[in-house]
């Protein structure tokens, strides 16, 4: 604070919750105030605020202060005379104002702080609590002004200008891809321009002096990016968004939907809720061209913590530098200890309904603090230890099949699934998703992990990434092949009228079969020869997400809630599963002794020259490849707890790890079923070229492209 003639100047912090032009409560010297938060400020920012001097304060402003108390304290706030050591600061009593609920804020001023106090759950106004503030800046200017926090140097902004011809066929607002600096980037045509025109752009240096990959799986990706769907830079808004290119490297969009071209990727818009606390959103599957996600994240005071060169940076490195990176950004965005942390108090016969209430009961902030558990009526401190089995338990518990929420893919019996019909099953099932989604964006802020693989598309919805109609092999294998039937008779010439399909498909509800409607007045839309397309379209949209969508929409709230969006973006759908679920500790004589021959190698064996090359080099593969192999033959990272004698297939029933040998010119690198966990061989002629043509296969299929 300082005096300045009439006037009293403060320096205060914009509380938890606060929106633009919302007003909060602060003391200023011993009166209560009321703020206007300003069009450009946000929670956590430092504002100035001139007041007119109190008329009725003591005008000896030069005395000095009490021992035990201080002209800059709030009225409600009493100092404790207790013994100070080892450099702690001093206690204080804090009187709860009227109209303050538990778990609230309210803002108190000490030693010329401003600080913000939660007032506990079983406490109520009136009521006294004892906090230990945090010590005074030391450089103050005067003794009771706050200083705000220092930004950071701000990030290199240089541009670099480019100038480009507008493409033929493109029209004013539409959007052309083009290779700036050997980086693809979007660029709009302007209002003004047409075809044949030059138009001039800049980009900033981050993106065009992207740096090489360091890593050797980050430099195949690169070396072998084929036509497909490929995440690029918007020149406009430097924002994220995915393009499909074909083999000459050209922009491909506007095509009706396509079993090969076509993608779809999750769209989340936030919403406020009624509840500060609990954000809403609405949840929807676009095309991929229309989703796109910021390339930046900010701080809690407003500057860029993570810009679109950090992310170009990390996108380049292998797994263990990746999750490093993120853990670093992590822990950048956590709330320090002496601004508040939770305790997690639960029982353990009442474990996942006391952790509900708990962490449901969290603001986003919250969420993001340092937490301590503490299961009631056990001994234990917790130093790591108990936040491990926690998490483990807790998820174990929430994926259990019993529960109702999740059931076992019918595609790979190791992953799960949301069970749509899971409001059947459990009352405010919508509560748990959003409470498990809080607890995997929590686990990964945490470096802990969880105990459920999950199919495949739900991690491509965690990150924003595309889904094909080839993803449906992974849900149902026979309903993928019976849709994929459909164009093949179209295809043959057939007419499909004759199938007597509508646009309407069948869900099962405890032993109940409903018909639900795949569009509006599906049931009065026959599937034609014409119209077919529209049909694959549609059941493709149901079961990638429609017959699950309150539920994925909780989920990925509840995520959201902890972790940026952009964070994300360094990683694809089998580092997240390897992220969230950890690498899997592989026995490789259990692999090799339950793993079956057939095809071409089915005399040999493991006695097979190319066998004894594919475990030779598996051996030395590292333990993130072979979990990748597994992914790629399996579907899942996941190893079954009593080892691989007893892996399963889409049936339920045990099916063995399966190499089958291929004649040479079937097949040029190695491909897997996922559905019988089975590699296909083909009969290399050298160990070197086999060594390429897997690792190849294994890494290229987290990009979904086709490198026959």
């Known amino acids: ?69 201080s002209m800059h304290d709030s009225p409600n706030v009493r100092r404790l005379s207790e013994p100070q050591s080892n450099g702690r600061s001093a206690a204080y009593m804090v009187t709860i104002p009227d109209g303050i609920r538990g778990g609230q804020q309210f803002p108190v001023t000490i030693q010329g ?75 709009t045509c302007p209002a003004n321009a047409a075809a044949g025109q030059r138009i001039r752009f800049k980009l900033p240096l981050a993106i065009t002096q992207k740096p090489e990959a360091t890593n ?14 490929q995440r690029t830079i918007r020149a406009s808004d430097m924002k994220f968004q995915w393009i499909r290119v074909d083999e000459k490297g050209e922009f491909e969009s506007n095509f009706r939907f396509d079993i090969v071209k076509s993608a779809y990727v999750r769209k989340l818009d936030f919403r406020p809720g009624d509840d500060p606390r609990i954000r809403t959103g609405i949840l929807t599957l676009v095309p991929a061209t229309d989703a796109v996600v910021d390339s930046k994240i900010k701080s809690a005071d407003n500057r860029d913590l993570v810009t679109y060169s950090d992310i170009a940076n990390a996108q380049v490195k292998g797994f263990e530098e990746k999750s490093e990176w993120f853990y670093e950004t992590c822990a950048q965005l956590c709330v320090e200890w002496n601004e508040g942390h939770m305790r997690m108090n639960v029982r353990r016969q009442y474990l996942l309904g006391d952790s509900v209430d708990a962490v449901m009961s969290l603001s986003r902030k919250d969420l993001r603090k340092l937490w301590r558990f503490e299961f009631i009526g056990e001994m234990g401190i917790d130093a790591g230890g108990l936040a491990r089995e926690w998490f483990q338990l807790v998820t174990e518990e929430i994926f259990d099949p019993d529960m109702g929420l999740w059931q076992s893919s019918a595609a790979n019996q190791m992953c799960m699934e949301i069970n749509p019909s899971s409001e059947f099953c459990c009352e405010d099932h919508l509560v748990y998703y959003r409470f498990l989604g809080r607890v995997m964006g929590k686990a990964l802020f945490d470096r802990q992990l969880v105990a459920g693989h999950m199919v495949q598309h739900l991690y491509k919805h965690i990150l924003g990434w595309p889904v094909t109609f080839g ?15 459909i164009e093949t008779m179209s295809k043959n010439g057939d007419d499909l009228e004759m199938l007597c399909l509508d646009f309407t498909t069948t869900r099962e509800i405890l032993d109940t079969k409903e018909e639900v409607e795949l569009v509006k007045g599906g049931a009065d839309m026959e599937v034609t020869n014409d119209n077919y397309p529209e049909y694959l379209e549609a059941n493709l949209l149901y079961r990638m997400l429609e017959r699950v969508k309150p539920q994925m929409n909780e989920l990925l709230l509840g995520f959201f809630d902890v972790i940026p969006e952009p964070l994300l973006t360094i990683f694809d759908f089998q580092e997240l599963e390897l992220l969230m679920c950890g690498l899997p500790t592989i026995d490789m004589e259990d692999w090799k002794d339950n793993t079956e021959y057939s095809g071409e190698v089915d005399d040999s064996g493991p006695d097979h020259e190319v066998c004894q090359w594919f475990w030779e080099i598996v051996t030395d593969f590292d333990q993130e490849m072979r979990a990748r192999l597994l992914q790629f033959v399996t579907g ?72 026959e």
């Open 1 to 69: 604070m300082s005096t300045n003639g009439g006037n009293s100047v403060f320096r205060v912090t914009v509380p938890d919750n606060v929106q633009p032009g919302e007003e909060f409560q602060v003391y200023a010297g011993s009166r209560i105030v009321r703020v206007r938060c300003p069009p450009d400020s946000r929670p956590g920012q430092s504002l100035q605020i001139t007041v007119p001097v109190d008329p009725d304060a003591d005008d000896n402003n030069s005395l000095p202060p009490p021992p035990n108390s």
């Open 113 to 187: 702080q401003q600080l913000m106090v939660t007032c506990p759950q079983n406490a109520r106004p009136g009521m006294s609590v004892r906090i230990v503030p945090p010590p005074p800046p030391e450089n103050a200017d005067s003794p009771g002004a706050q200083q705000p926090s220092r930004p950071s140097p701000p990030k290199d902004e240089s541009t670099q200008l480019f100038e480009v011809e507008v493409p033929s066929g493109v029209q004013p607002g539409q959007p052309f891809a083009l290779l700036a600096g050997g980086v693809r980037v979007l660029v």
């Open 216 to 229: 050797e799986m980050a430099q195949i990706k690169l070396k072998y990016d084929k036509d497909g769907w």
């Open 471 to 485: 993803d449906l092999e992974q849900v149902d294998e026979d309903i993928y092949r019976n849709l994929k039937q």
């Open 636 to 707: 899942t990272s996941g190893v079954p707890a009593r080892g691989f004698g007893v892996l399963q297939g889409n049936d339920g029933n045990v099916r063995k790890f399966t190499i089958h040998g291929l004649q040479p010119g079937i097949c040029l690198y190695p491909r897997a079923h996922t559905c019988f966990n089975r590699i296909d061989l083909p009969l290399y002629e050298t160990k070197d070229e086999f060594y390429e043509r897997l690792k190849l296969a294994v890494t290229m299929v987290s990009t979904g492209f086709d490198i």
